[in-house]
């Protein structure tokens, strides 16, 4: 049995025996035994004691009016009035109206039926998840610690993540949204961005709906595909409406998935995303409905893939956060050999304990009977369900035994699947210069790169440098600028249009400077401070097939616009007699944030984008590209070297007009 370690991380668990009255009965998938399962394995293993008071923090309900933040008055008094406690003393008129009220506000004898004391249990719950982030952030609803050192950065609430409610309707097991009520409290209370990650198997669709048009709150929802799935919702194309366009992103993953298809999804999506929104606290939700296991869904995933989504959780929260990170539960139906196992592997996560490689035999002596009595039922529901039948015995180690879960026969399928889902959501929500930041794939043209494509024709000097003259004095211009010579350089602190942060920009570049694929020129001053930049780089996914062609992204920093240098910037970049051999395109996009600070409306905007690359040989073109086709204030230029052969050229034409066959990304 590990020590607990003298002086703990800050980070704190979040459990009153009170929660366990959420629970919808015996015959229900969602049942309390697997928080009480939970915290007994913590308990037995030494992750965590209740009675020491360093790694627990106490919740308290949501009140009324905290509860409104997200829910709609007229529901939170249904709630209230269909948790009576004994229906049998109602007169029928009585009875009859709760049941209509019932129905009304999505309460059956379905998914979600009503609970008796179903209000308070949900209020504890929803406050829990508010204690939990305000505690992170600092806000008095946290608590009171003697000093900020003992303040948590992480906290841990396991009956959270009921993230189907909606506003006005009870949903998938979910009364109130715990989540949408704490992020709510958030937004009203601070500035702060909020990043939520939700990895439980159904998408995350109340808080999506919560927090739709709202750009502080970046949404990201990995999923199985709502094709066969509860909610039915949380396709690709749900990307948020008004000026939260962009900020919610889905990722439908196909049935079947194995660890190794979903932690590459994560891998290709969650930096890139995050580098963008720059955001300064996460919210993930750790439904283990994912596993393999589950008998209520059709992913793959072994503890392997779910630890991986914890460890991503924990590093991105310290990259990007400074440590600031609320997990919660969520969903997970395998109630004893999965839910504790997953739920306290997060939490030695979270508290940097090293797991135990094997389960405390006393706790597998106490459980292993009750999931005995269940088995048959789980074997029954996994055969509707359409799975095969699990394991035949209880676990006796954390992680899963490999023999215990064998290749999928359509594995090449279902990862090439998701490979093109991913491409698409990349290709709709992170920005070129991010994407190219972070490339998922190096694409490499036939000689050793692009920096050799361009200098095949005319000059060989590896790099070339100018000086224009500008109102505030020299601005010096230089292509194909090598790592070491960005390392010696400094970002402009009005330089944020892709990253939000001129550090993370900086960073953006310094990556796009060491891909043989990119060729990036530099706006610079003589004191070392990069004020703009232009980049050249593959085109991703939606061009496959399609030879030589380029995405050009420009971006000068908020400091030194109006003097003409994105015009001189872009002319410089694309002097090269090489080009010609290129098709090139640019994209401009009236939801990228950048043009919430030029105080101008997307239309101008657009006019703006299509005058800089119209100086330098760009056309307009009318397509069907998703970004452009879907938003009118969007524009795609291009501009068709003199060299392009006909037939490349041709292709390139009937892609901007073809109907996008979305599916085949």
Wanted: aromatic letters at 8%.
């Amino acid at each position: 049995m590990p020590e607990q370690p003298p002086n703990p991380p800050r980070a704190r668990l979040i459990f009153d025996p009170a929660e366990l009255k959420y629970d919808f009965g015996p015959h229900h998938p969602l049942q309390a035994r697997r928080l009480i399962s939970l915290i007994d394995l913590l308990e037995t293993s030494g992750l965590w004691r209740s009675a020491r008071e360093q790694t627990r923090l106490p919740l308290r309900a949501a009140t009324i009016e905290e509860l409104s933040l997200n829910h709609t008055a007229d529901y939170i008094e249904a709630v209230q009035r269909l948790s009576v406690v004994d229906r049998e003393v109602l007169a029928p008129d009585e009875e009859r109206e709760l049941e209509k009220l019932g129905l009304h506000y999505g309460f059956g004898e379905g998914d979600t039926p009503a609970l008796p004391d179903m209000h308070d249990v949900s209020a504890l719950i929803a406050g829990g998840s508010l204690v939990a982030l305000s505690a992170v952030m600092g806000l008095p609803e946290g608590g009171t610690f003697s000093s900020e050192e003992d303040r948590p950065l992480h906290v841990y609430h396991p009956a959270g993540g009921l993230h189907h409610a909606w506003a006005d309707r009870a949903s998938g097991f979910c009364v109130y949204n715990d989540i949408s009520v704490a992020i709510a409290h958030i937004l009203q209370t601070t500035e702060a961005k909020v990043l939520y990650i939700d990895f439980d198997a159904h998408h995350g669709d109340g808080v999506q709906k919560s927090f739709y048009d709202d750009p502080r709150v970046m949404k990201i929802s990995f999923h199985e595909t709502g094709r066969y799935l509860f909610p039915g919702t949380g396709d690709v194309l749900e990307l948020g409406s008004g000026t939260g366009r962009g900020y919610t992103v889905n990722v439908p993953l196909e049935p079947f998935t194995e660890d190794d298809s979903y932690n590459e999804a994560m891998n290709a999506l969650l930096h890139p995303l995050i580098t963008f929104f720059a955001p300064d606290v996460i919210v993930s939700v750790h439904g283990c409905d994912t596993h393999a296991w589950d008998p209520l869904t059709h992913l793959k995933l072994t503890m392997r893939g779910i630890q991986k989504q914890m460890k991503m959780a924990h590093q991105l929260a310290h990259t990007y956060c400074q440590g600031r990170w609320v997990a919660l539960g969520g969903g997970g139906y395998d109630l004893y050999r999965v839910v504790p196992r997953a739920w306290s592997m997060l939490w030695a996560e979270m508290s940097d304990q090293a797991l135990p490689k094997e389960l405390p035999a006393e706790w597998v002596t106490r459980w292993r009977p009750e999931w005995l009595a269940v088995q048959n039922q789980e074997e029954a529901a996994q055969e509707m369900m359409g799975k095969a039948t699990a394991a035949d015995d209880f676990p006796t180690t954390y992680m899963d035994r490999q023999e215990d879960f064998p290749a999928q026969p359509r594995r090449w399928h279902i990862n090439e699947a998701n490979r093109l889902t991913v491409a698409l959501v990349r290709h709709l929500l992170v920005p070129s210069s991010v994407r190219h930041a972070f490339p998922t794939v190096q694409y490499r043209s036939p000689l050793t790169g692009l920096f050799d494509l361009l200098h095949l024709r005319g000059t060989a000097t590896p790099s070339r440098s100018k000086v224009i003259e500008t109102r505030t004095g020299e601005v010096l211009l230089r292509d194909f600028c090598p790592p070491s010579f960005v390392e010696r350089l400094r970002p402009d602190d009005g330089l944020r249009a892709f990253a939000r942060l001129p550090e993370r920009e900086y960073q953006l570049l310094l990556g796009i400077s060491k891909s043989p694929d990119c060729a990036l020129a530099l706006a610079y001053t003589p004191s070392g401070e990069i004020i703009g930049e232009v980049t050249l780089a593959p085109a991703d996914a939606f061009w496959d097939g399609i030879e030589n062609v380029h995405e050009v992204a420009i971006e000068v920093s908020s400091n030194w616009r109006g003097m003409g240098i994105a015009r001189r910037l872009l002319a410089f970049a694309l002097e090269l007699d090489a080009l010609e051999d290129m098709i090139l395109f640019a994209i401009g996009l009236s939801w990228h944030w950048d043009t919430q600070g030029l105080g101008i409306t997307v239309h101008r905007y657009r006019q703006i984008i299509v005058k800089l690359f119209a100086s330098q040989g760009f056309v307009e073109y009318p397509t069907t590209e998703p970004n452009v086709s879907m938003e009118p204030g969007n524009v795609l230029l291009a501009r068709v070297g003199s060299r392009v052969d006909q037939r490349v050229a041709s292709q390139f034409h009937s892609r901007l007009l073809s109907t996008p066959n979305l599916s085949r990304f």
